[in-house]
């Protein structure tokens, strides 16, 4: 047996002795990466999102926090990319303000914002898919990405004031858009 199937018969049998003692802690608090998980559960689900609309990432973009997505999933159909975060201390950020008011940002000046799970951080979330709606263009897209179900993020994923407000179901993403 190699040492990879030992660490995996080892994990199903702690998985099998946490769900027999009926806790009611989580068995990671930080995303799995406590047990050598490379990206969150959600990042599947998230890249898979991106994978199928790579064709609405092109012309003028802009991303939140990291221009990753931009990168990998728009290559050469992005003409510009430009990076938002109200952190001025981001060195990846050009573009420094708030979702919920981006003064910085031109009426009508991106073909596509990428927003992956970062809605649930504003105290007003319809202000930011408002401001979303102004800076895109005419047939603009914007790929949005909003949690359901989880834990509250940690600070460090904390966009405006470290506080998780929101957690969004089917009917009041349509409401919200």
Not at 61 to 82: M, P, Q, W
Request: positive net charge.
């Amino acid at each position: 047996m190699s040492i990879r199937q030992r660490i995996a018969r080892i994990r199903q049998i702690e998985s099998r002795l946490y769900l027999a003692s009926m806790s009611t802690r989580p068995l990671s608090t930080v995303y799995g990466f406590d047990r050598g998980n490379q990206n969150p559960v959600d990042r599947r689900y998230i890249e898979e999102f991106l994978a199928q609309n790579t064709k609405f990432i092109q012309g003028r973009c802009i991303e939140v926090k990291h221009d990753t997505y931009l990168r990998r999933f728009g290559a050469e159909r992005v003409i510009s990319s430009n990076v938002l975060d109200v952190n001025a201390d981001n060195p990846c950020a050009n573009v420094v303000g708030d979702l919920q008011d981006l003064k910085t940002v031109a009426d009508a000046s991106c073909d596509c914002a990428v927003v992956t799970n970062t809605l649930q951080y504003l105290r007003d979330p319809r202000r930011g898919v408002s401001e979303l709606r102004r800076i895109l263009a005419r047939g603009g897209t914007a790929l949005v990405t909003l949690p359901c179900l989880g834990r509250p993020g940690a600070e460090e994923f904390a966009v405006v004031d470290g506080i998780d407000y929101w957690r969004f179901m089917p009917a009041g993403v349509a409401a919200l858009f």
